[in-house]
Each structure stands twice: as C-alpha cells, then as structure tokens.
C-alpha cells in the first residue's frame, strides 16, 4: 500500500509504501526535513504541519485511548455492582423500598371522574413506582373517591388505598404485591381488580363493601385467609376463582362456601333438597348456577338477597321456599328452573318481572303475606300462565272463602281454595 506525502516547504508530492514512510525524513525534491517549517521574514513561526502519516498515527492513538476509556468505565461498573451486591443494595431492595409521597402523586394520571366531581386516578407509570406506597387520600385538596389505575405496576409489593376511597378498580398483574389496605369507605371492588396478583396471601374485606365483582382475585392463587366481609349483598361466583381459599376443603360447609354471611359458591355434585343456614344474608351470583341434582332449596329469612343468575337453569328444581327477609332478587336469578312447581314467596319481595323468566310449570305461588299485600306485587301473569296463588292465614280452614295457605304442625303446605 502506497501513500502520498506532501513537502511542507516545496509543496512536492512523493509516493512511498508504508515502510518507507517510517524512515523517510527529507523531501527527496528539496532535501528539506517533513517535520521541520521555514520562518517567513518578519512572521512568527508556525506550528509545523503534520504529515499524513503522522495523521494517520493520531488517529489510531485517538481509537486506542478510547478503547482504554471504555474499558476502564466497564471495570469500574463492574466495581460498583460488585461493591452493591456486597452491600445487599440489589433491585429487590430498591422494590422493597417505599415511594415517598412526593413520588407517588408524581406517578399518577388524575382527573374530576369521581363521585360529585371528586378525584378519578386513572393511571399510574409502573416505571416510576417501586415498594410500598400510600395513595394520596387528597390531590389539589380535592378527595380521591375512585381508583382506576395500577395494573401492571409489577415492583409494587404493598399498598395503601385510602379512606374516602369508595371503589377501586386496577392492580391486576402486580405480581409483586403482598399486602393490601382497604379503607372502611369502600363499597365496590370492581371487575379483575387484584387478579394474577400471584404473592398476595390474605386480605381483609371491610364491611363497608357490599360489591366484589366478577374475578376480583381472580389467580391469586397463594390467597388462602380472607377475613371481615360481614356487608356484602353483591358478590360474583368467580370473584375467587383459582384461589388457595377455594381449594381448602376446611373452608366448606356442607358442600357451600361462604365468604363473612354471604353463601358465595356451591359444589357441582350438590344434589336434592338443601336448606342455606340460618344467618346467611346473601346469596352470590351464579351460586347454584345449573345444579342440575338440585331438586329443592329452603331460604330462611336472614337473607336479605339473592344474585343474578344465582339459581339459573337447575333443570330439575321443582320446590323453592323464600323467606320474609329478602327484598332483592337479581335478573334471572331462577330463570330456566323448567320443573319449577310450587314457589313459597316472603312478603319482603316487591317484584318477579325478571327473575323467574321461562318457569312455565309454576303452579303454585304461596304468598307469606295478606292478599291485600299482594296487590302491590309486581308479578308479569305471561310468564306463569297455570299459577295460582295463595295468601297466608293460619286460622283459614276448608269452609273459608278466597285461597289461602298454611304450615301444618309437621311443617308441610296446607292450602285452601273456595
């Protein structure tokens, strides 16, 4: 390889290999040396100019302290991990840390969306958030009443929520997430709320929650203590669904699982007449969904209501029994019971329009209450085309006039109709 050199003083150009650029030092034109400048008269001398060689050389000098640069930025990251790992300072650490405040707020996406134009937190950089952190309870002075963020915040292992706070929605896939502290304001915990939260293994559910929606904890599957939960009315079937909680024989109770009083969940091979304990309150949604062994079902009169679709399709139910304490019955809750015969109905019921739909069979309606009280019962006359219906009154005998009914002294139906 050949490289041409140019004379500083002459200005000639001389063509040599690389080798003999290494020993040439006088201009083979004007025998002056390369690396030597000639004053001009009445200048100062200037800085001699380097040869394309001696470029050539600075430049691959240049490249050889860069490289030394990056090694020694290589050896001392290496140094501080090492000096980090020596001093227990590792990413878990820094997760199990807690966020200020300050950090926190700094972190969330907020607006008016809450109840009565309070604060809507909407979203949360997972990024920035890491360990323990406390929910600010106000932002701009302004309370917070609805959460709606969260998900995916994977460093988060505890949290905060704070009182004033009436429905949380968000922390799914926070895998990290071990303790959770619910405010006594809360009422609703919303759809996947805490689901895949893989670490977190017990919670207590104020009783001021009267809502868990469908797969609340969905997989949270180290979940195995779930203490409080004495409000509930509303709770889906599968708000627990692939819990350690539901897999724990212990917690059944005559083939019924029960969270606080509500009967939240019922095993596939229950079968014949059953009767929900006195004391429960509510009874879940989709909790006897197509129990098809299922032939009867006493209510008593502690609960107050009965879930959407909670006895929905059990073919071969025929004998229903609902006690004087329920005012609420969702949609549907006994839909498609098709052998549906003889409904015993408290006086707390308002309404059948939508909760006995396509139980064509019924035929007898033993009403727990004065006929004058059944007036005011909202009852669609479609959907029982052969049903007749019977007042209570203990002292009715064969000779009184109307259709009325009671219990005999053994506890079955004594009815009367002239």
């Not at 005998?397 to 506890?411: I, K, L």
Request: aromatic letters at 10%; charged letters at 20%.
């Amino acid at each position: 390889m050949e490289i041409s050199l140019t004379c500083p003083h002459c200005g000639e150009e001389t063509l040599v290999s690389l080798d003999e650029a290494k020993n040439l030092t006088l201009c083979p034109h004007c025998g002056k040396p390369f690396k030597e400048t000639v004053p001009q008269a009445g200048k100062k001398p200037q800085k001699p100019q380097k040869t394309q060689w001696e470029q050539f050389e600075d430049q691959i000098a240049k490249q050889d302290r860069k490289i030394k640069i990056i090694k020694i930025l290589a050896i001392s990251l290496l140094s501080v991990g090492v000096i980090a790992a020596a001093l227990g300072i590792t990413n878990s650490v820094i997760d199990n840390a807690e966020c200020t405040p300050e950090e926190v707020l700094a972190a969330l996406g907020y607006d008016y969306g809450g109840d009565d134009g309070s604060i809507r937190i909407y979203s949360a950089d997972s990024e920035e958030l890491f360990g323990d952190i406390v929910i600010p309870a106000t932002i701009e002075g302004v309370k917070v009443t609805r959460i709606e963020a969260f998900s995916g915040c994977d460093r988060i292992t505890s949290v905060t929520i704070p009182e004033g706070v009436t429905s949380v929605y968000g922390f799914s896939s926070c895998e990290k997430l071990e303790r959770v502290t619910l405010p006594n304001t809360l009422t609703t915990i919303g759809s996947s709320t805490f689901s895949y939260c893989y670490k977190l293994t017990s919670i207590t559910i104020p009783d001021s929650v009267t809502t868990i929606e469908t797969q609340a904890f969905y997989r949270c599957t180290l979940l195995s203590e779930i203490n409080g939960c004495g409000g509930i009315k509303n709770i889906d079937s599968d708000a627990f669904e692939q819990t350690e909680y539901l897999s724990n024989e212990a917690n059944w109770e005559n083939e019924a699982l029960y969270l606080g009083s509500c009967l939240f969940q019922t095993k596939e091979t229950i079968s014949g007449d059953y009767t929900v304990k006195e004391g429960t309150t509510s009874i879940a949604a989709r909790a006897f969904l197509q129990r098809q062994n299922l032939t009867g079902v006493t209510i008593p009169d502690s609960v107050i209501s009965i879930g959407t679709d909670a006895f929905w399709d059990c073919e071969n139910l025929t004998d229903v029994s609902i006690g004087n304490g329920v005012t609420e019955i969702g949609d549907s809750a006994f839909g498609y019971c098709l052998s549906l015969t003889n409904l015993v109905l408290g006086s707390g019921v308002k309404s059948l329009e939508n909760s006995f739909g396509a139980c064509e069979s019924l035929q007898n309606l033993y009403y727990y209450g004065a006929q004058t009280a059944w007036s005011e019962v909202y009852v669609p006359q479609w959907n029982f085309p052969n049903m007749t219906v019977y007042y209570y009154d203990g002292s009715a005998t064969e000779t009184s006039a109307g259709s009325y009914w009671h219990y005999d002294g053994n506890g079955e139906i004594v009815a009367y109709q002239r």
